[in-house]
């Protein structure tokens, strides 16, 4: 069964496409997360849910 870790980041009203697509870019490319969902609130503001993989060892002897 598969295990996911989630990460919340909010932006404002304020902020442009450029730089939400710019932070994204990078949690994806660094740290390996995926989006999961966008939510765009009335007031302007966006709330991405970001996902990744928990990769979990077994022991073996």
Known sequence: ???Y???ELRFSR???RSAARQALAE???YGR???AR???HSDGSRRITLRRRIIRQIRTM
């Open 1 to 3: 069964m598969l295990e």
């Open 27 to 29: 949690c994806a490319e």
């Open 33 to 35: 997360w995926e989006l």
């Open 14 to 16: 304020g902020t442009s």
């Open 38 to 40: 966008v939510r765009l």
């Open 5 to 7: 870790e989630y990460r």
